[in-house]
């Protein structure tokens, strides 16, 4: 069977962090890769080129690739990497009508702006497969911040886990693994109760439902 190539996207990857790099250099071994926002970050990948001037950008995009959160204040770009401020409104006329801006964790008035744009707005976020990895980055962040701010050592350190979702279920076997004494605290106790199915070593934690305060805390034997 003869192989159909898909046809090459234009594509301006702007603002974001690491994971923002990552995509566009997966992405540039099959479209053409523009970004925009990381002047401070160094050499990009191969095959990427930058513009950090609005008239340097493309034109005609088939797609703008927005950072996660796409903006920390509804109207310029998170940039960590970039020295200028990106509004978001200058960069969609961009795009080709009817195009697509992905995103993660779109504002309601992010979203607005983008459709009255007459574009297509996709928030990654939403993916499961996207939240699910990226869960374990968020939770060992969290460590990080923990050992770098606590006067004190994570083992035998008493840890309250506020909820039981993606990042909780990654989060706990890495502070248990570092000895820390993990209590998780959930709305419905039908979270809780999935922790029973996760992979790993025995043990014991304390786990609380906010469903029935009046049984306090439920000690579970996790297998």
Request: one cysteine or more.
């Amino acid at each position: 069977m003869k192989h159909i190539a898909s046809p090459r996207r234009k594509l301006l990857a702007a603002g974001g962090d690491l994971r923002q790099i990552t995509a566009a250099a997966r992405l540039a071994e099959q479209h053409s890769v523009c970004m925009t926002g990381f002047d401070r970050f160094g050499a990009l990948p191969a095959g990427i080129s930058s513009a950090e001037h609005i008239q340097s950008l493309p034109q005609a995009l088939d797609a703008l690739l927005l950072p996660m959160p796409v903006t920390q204040d509804g109207l310029f770009l998170y940039t960590p990497f970039g020295s200028n401020a990106i509004r978001l409104s200058a960069l969609l006329p961009l795009v080709k009508p009817n195009g697509i801006v992905l995103g993660g964790r779109f504002r309601e008035s992010e979203r607005k702006a983008i459709e009255s744009a007459g574009l297509r707005a996709a928030d990654y976020a939403k993916e499961e497969t996207f939240a699910l990895r990226n869960a374990v980055p968020t939770a060992e962040g969290a460590i990080q911040i923990a050992m770098q701010e606590l006067p004190v050592v994570l083992h035998r350190l008493p840890c309250l886990i506020l909820g039981a979702g993606r990042v909780s279920r990654a989060l706990q076997p890495r502070l248990r693994a570092l000895g820390a004494e993990v209590t998780v605290a959930a709305r419905r106790c039908a979270d809780l109760a999935r922790r029973k199915g996760d992979v790993g070593k025995p043990h014991t934690a304390e786990v609380q439902c906010a469903e029935y305060p009046e049984m306090r805390s439920l000690r579970l034997r996790i297998s």
